[in-house]
């Protein structure tokens, strides 16, 4: 099923506006009809979130550090067939500790430049969705990259097939988190939830994104819930004053963080009992919308199954 054309052609050809337009996908280059059923990212996303690391080969480090310094004594074809084999196999997502083992390994004894270039080629030139994230994987553990080839990470970034690998990246670059807070605005998929994972909230800026829009993605808002709720400081924020638009931005990640989803939630904090307290006193001086007293019942649902009988008695007052 897979198109001719470089993914990074289609792309970079694709944007409009900074943005790939709504309902871009790389469906085209899916390699079976299995493959083409998943949005893109989400065969990665669901690998990170719910799958135990695969059984992997013992030799397969020495595998790749073969084709790497094969690729980089001009071998270019030799360890595309290597890598292309192994990647039919085995993930890209599964193999980034091993790739980035094997980088370390060859990075004395082979040319910077060769390296280098063995990472930009599948990324520029694939049409591998697979190759083009374990050239990514390469770049990453080599030297900060130009600002020209940061540019084509940008622009891989948006589309949510690799963000995840594209934000590894970035995490390597000065100014990280912009760099992350950029990529994750662009998103809406799983690359806006592998970057609100990311990012760390060293700006205003940044806390007030994933107060406002760090839930907010075309996956599930659960996975980013706790997160968000975290790293936004949404418990302090509950404690002092809200107007209606910062109410329902704390609704919506606290609703997003009650644990009854893919990952955990307020639950699992130290005390949830006063996690949640801060959300239904807050909810007490407002004038409760569909989406509040939703999250109040779902709170009140979830402290009885507790027997957490005040927070109960203070959500039912509520309703």
Known sequence: MAADRAIYDHIVTSIVDGR??????????????????FA???MD?????????????????????????TTCAGGHDAAEATLSQLLAEHRAIDLVGQV??????????VNAQALYGSAVLPILAS?????????????????????????????????????FFCARNAQEWSHPNQELLAMGRKVRGWGRIHAVAMIEPETDQIRDWLFREGVDNDVMPEYSGLTCYVKAGVAERLAGEMGA???????????????????????ALDDPVAEFGRYVAQAARQELGEDARACLEAIAGLARGNGWDDLVASCEALL
């Open 45 to 69: 996303g669901i690998c990170i979130y719910h799958s135990a690391p695969p059984e992997l080969p013992e030799d397969i480090v020495q595998t790749i550090v073969g084709a790497l310094e």
């Open 127 to 163: 049409t591998d969705k697979e190759m083009v994230k374990l050239g990514l994987s390469i770049l990453e553990m080599v030297s900060e990259p130009d600002e020209m080839m940061k540019d084509v990470v940008r622009n891989l970034a948006l589309s949510d097939e690799f963000t």
């Open 20 to 37: 790939l337009p709504e309902g871009f996908d790389l469906g085209d280059y899916a390699r079976d009809e299995t493959e083409a059923l």
């Open 100 to 109: 980035q083992q094997a980088v370390a390994e060859v990075a004395p004894r």
């Open 245 to 267: 638009d910062d109410f329902a931005a704390a609704t919506a990640i606290v609703a997003a963080s009650l644990g009854d989803g893919p990952v955990a939630g307020i639950p």
């Open 40 to 42: 893109d990212g989400a």
